[in-house]
């Protein structure tokens, strides 16, 4: 009886042995399979940031500049800058030229003269700006020198700005104390959006004010003749 009942329990021990060995074995196959399956590539473009050309100080430069990433010029340009982009153009250096982004901002550490700076989104001049005329869609900031004409949704003054010319805007300016400026400052008529559905409930309300003003309306007769005859009545 002991000899039979050892029997079978060896018969279960390998039984049992056997059944963890060939589990030990399927996990082991998993892990060399995924091990040597190939990870998709990642992308570079991705973990890099937005790429920015630089031209050094010292460096000289002649003829127009056509710029499709932000441009952080330090050295010496004559000639035209331009982006048909959203890019942004800082000036630390100086140029001879108009500067030109449709949808970025413009930065003015250096000089510009004699040329005129379009952006798409907001101006700021904290060095010197002479000759031409600045326009930003959004706003402009003067913390410098300048001399001619701003145009923009907002014009801010700075403390350390000085100069003279023409200042246009159509929502906000403000002026800070310490500014020296002489310029002509005018508020222009802001933009107006179009409507394309109108509600009936507006429609009708300015149907029924316009008749309310045509009836309500006086015709007054000024000719000399008339104004005799009520006189003489």
Same mark, same amino acid.
């Given at each position: 009886?002991?000899?039979?009942?050892?029997?079978?329990?060896?018969?279960?021990?390998?039984?049992?042995?056997?059944?963890?060995?060939?589990?030990?074995?399927?996990?082991?196959?998993?892990?060399?399979?995924?091990?040597?399956?190939?990870?998709?590539?990642?992308?570079?473009?991705?973990?890099?940031?937005?790429?920015?050309?630089? #031209?050094?100080?010292?460096?000289?430069?002649?003829?127009?500049?056509?710029?499709?990433?932000?441009?952080?010029?330090?050295?010496?340009?004559?000639?035209?800058?331009?982006?048909?982009?959203?890019?942004?153009?800082?000036?630390?250096?100086?140029?001879?030229?108009?500067?030109?982004?449709?949808?970025?901002?413009?930065?003015?550490?250096?000089?510009?003269?004699?040329?005129?700076?379009?952006?798409?989104?907001?101006?700021? #001049?904290?060095?010197?700006?002479?000759?031409?005329?600045?326009?930003?869609?959004?706003?402009?900031?003067?913390?410098?020198?300048?001399?001619?004409?701003?145009?923009?949704?907002?014009?801010?003054?700075?403390?350390?700005?000085?100069?003279?010319?023409?200042?246009?805007?159509?929502?906000?300016?403000?002026?800070?104390?310490?500014?020296?400026?002489?310029?002509?400052?005018?508020?222009?008529?802001?933009?107006?959006?179009?409507?394309?559905?109108?509600?009936?409930?507006?429609?009708?309300?300015?149907?029924?004010?316009?008749?309310?003003?045509?009836?309500?309306?006086?015709?007054?007769?000024?000719?000399?003749?008339?104004?005799?005859?009520?006189?003489?009545?």
């Amino acid at each position: 009886m002991f000899k039979k009942w050892n029997a079978e329990g060896e018969g279960n021990n390998n039984g049992g042995n056997g059944v963890q060995s060939a589990t030990i074995e399927k996990k082991t196959e998993g892990a060399k399979q995924a091990k040597d399956t190939p990870k998709p590539p990642v992308s570079s473009s991705a973990a890099l940031p937005k790429r920015s050309n630089t #031209i050094l100080k010292g460096s000289k430069l002649t003829g127009d500049i056509h710029v499709t990433s932000d441009l952080e010029l330090s050295g010496d340009v004559e000639g035209n800058i331009k982006s048909d982009q959203d890019c942004n153009i800082i000036l630390k250096g100086n140029c001879k030229g108009n500067i030109e982004t449709k949808g970025g901002s413009v930065s003015i550490d250096g000089s510009l003269e004699g040329g005129n700076i379009i952006a798409g989104k907001d101006v700021t #001049i904290s060095g010197k700006f002479s000759g031409g005329e600045v326009t930003a869609k959004n706003k402009v900031y003067v913390d410098g020198a300048f001399s001619g004409k701003l145009t923009a949704n907002e014009v801010e003054i700075g403390s350390n700005a000085n100069g003279k010319g023409e200042i246009h805007y159509k929502e906000y300016i403000s002026i800070s104390r310490g500014a020296r400026i002489e310029a002509q400052i005018s508020q222009g008529q802001r933009d107006l959006k179009v409507v394309k559905d109108v509600p009936q409930n507006i429609q009708q309300n300015v149907k029924q004010n316009v008749q309310q003003n045509v009836q309500q309306k006086k015709v007054v007769d000024m000719r000399p003749e008339k104004a005799a005859e009520k006189e003489a009545k």
